[in-house]
């Protein structure tokens, strides 16, 4: 269960910081309640955790030996396509990843924002929040994960790891993100969440053999 569970909390921790959810957090925040936000932020993540866990339950009923290599491979490709892409940015590139993702998320969020009344209410603001985090979250490379891990491990390991691992970040991001925005270096988490991804595919190995 510790082994799930610091997967889990490792993979999305570092995943998630500087994506798409994590500046639509970052914009919320500075528009409404942080705590509103946060609420509305961390349902939505938690609400995707626990359905790609179930979605793993039911991956988990094929051959075992099918799903143990299944997770090796996938693991692997995330963490050689991440390192080669982080490989490949240059300074330049780096913060032009970083500026698109901010301007997807401020594309997402005034696309509400039109959809909403002006005057809105705590609960509108947390379904904002809640539905605009997880239609930017269904089908990311840590959903993906996220059913990889719970196909193959202990699934309450994997839930509490991941819901916390997103937490941290949407409290980061809620908190502090528009002092930190500029600061992310996409290049750097592309590379350190490759070698997480190897890591995870190293001890999935093992563990199988």
């Known amino acids: 269960m510790l082994t799930a569970f610091t997967a889990g909390l490792l993979l999305i921790t570092v995943s998630e910081l500087g994506d798409k959810t994590f500046f639509i957090a970052v914009i919320l925040a500075m528009h409404h309640s942080r705590r509103l936000v946060f609420t509305g932020v961390v349902?939505?993540?938690?609400?995707?955790?626990?359905l790609s866990v179930m979605f793993g339950q039911v991956v988990s009923l094929l051959p075992k030996i099918y799903i143990h290599y299944a997770v090796?491979?996938?693991f692997f490709a995330f963490g050689i396509k991440l390192l080669y892409q982080g490989s490949k940015m240059s300074a330049a590139a780096d913060k032009a990843e970083v500026i698109d993702e901010i301007e997807e998320a401020k594309a997402a969020v005034e696309k509400a924002d039109?959809?909403?009344p002006k005057q809105k209410t705590p609960l509108s603001i947390i379904l904002e929040a809640f539905v605009l985090t997880f239609m930017a979250e269904w089908g990311d490379r840590t959903q993906i994960a996220t059913i990889a891990l719970a196909a193959g491990n202990d699934i309450i390991g994997v839930t509490v790891g991941a819901i916390?691992?997103?937490?941290?970040?949407?409290?980061i991001a809620v908190i502090g993100g528009k002092m930190i925005a500029g600061k992310i270096s996409e290049r750097q988490l592309t590379l350190a969440g490759g070698c997480l991804f190897l890591i995870f595919g190293v001890v999935a190995a093992i563990e199988g053999a």
């Open 43 to 50: 349902a939505a993540l938690a609400a995707m955790t626990v």
């Open 72 to 74: 090796i491979v996938l």
């Open 164 to 171: 916390i691992g997103h937490a941290i970040c949407a409290a």
């Open 114 to 116: 039109l959809q909403l």
